[in-house]
């Protein structure tokens, strides 16, 4: 019998979160597993803090997940995997794109954004966790489609001891949940992925 795996997936709005949570549901419901989650959008759905909370497993109550007891976080902005360690249970793991979006001002003095990111990776280090920081944006550049950083956080995401879906049983429902004009390049983004972590 699987134990529950509690997890949560964040970022901003349009990154591509809701696609993650899917692909994950189509994977576990065909192993037979169960599933609930739940979602909160920030006060823009495109731009804003997007959080969704994954249950998998047999037995199932709420969907929610209380703070400091998910076993995974998924950050698909590193800003908001900082927001939302404070969900991890000690010991857990985070996997995080090491993207983070600055307000347009603040593309014009690199120095400041530079000494920002430190400073989040420097406070995302000081929780008990493993951290796999991951170029997501550069991987699925590599792809010809930016929009695959979440399948490639998804590739990382099939190779951490524990996750009770296999990389196998997440490509087959990518498979399912992408448009076939769409599957190459997304299948390329997810194998990315699983090598960013493996090597």
Not at 25 to 41: D, P, R, Y
């Amino acid at each position: 019998m699987v134990e529950t795996y509690q997890m949560v997936i964040c970022g901003v709005g349009g990154q591509g979160i809701l696609t993650i949570s899917d692909i994950i549901t189509i994977a576990a419901q065909k192993k037979g597993l169960n599933v609930l989650g739940s979602e909160v959008h920030g006060m823009a759905q495109k731009g804003g803090s997007v959080i969704t909370n994954l249950k998998i497993g047999k037995n199932l109550n709420s969907p929610t997940i209380p703070i400091g007891t998910s076993k995974m976080l998924v950050g698909l902005e590193q800003n908001e995997s900082l927001r939302y360690i404070k969900y991890l249970q000690p010991g857990g793991t985070v996997i995080t794109s090491e993207t983070v979006l600055f307000p347009i001002t603040w593309k014009k003095d690199k120095e400041a954004a530079d000494k920002a990111r430190e400073n989040i990776k420097g406070n995302l280090g000081k929780f008990d966790a493993t951290i796999y920081f991951i170029d997501a944006e550069g991987l699925a550049n590599q792809t010809g489609l930016a929009l695959t950083q979440n399948i490639v956080l998804l590739g990382a995401l099939s190779q951490v001891e524990g996750f009770p879906i296999t990389d196998n049983e997440l490509r087959e429902a990518l498979k399912i949940r992408v448009p076939p004009r769409f599957l190459e390049v997304n299948l390329k983004a997810f194998d990315l992925g699983i090598r960013a972590v493996k090597t």
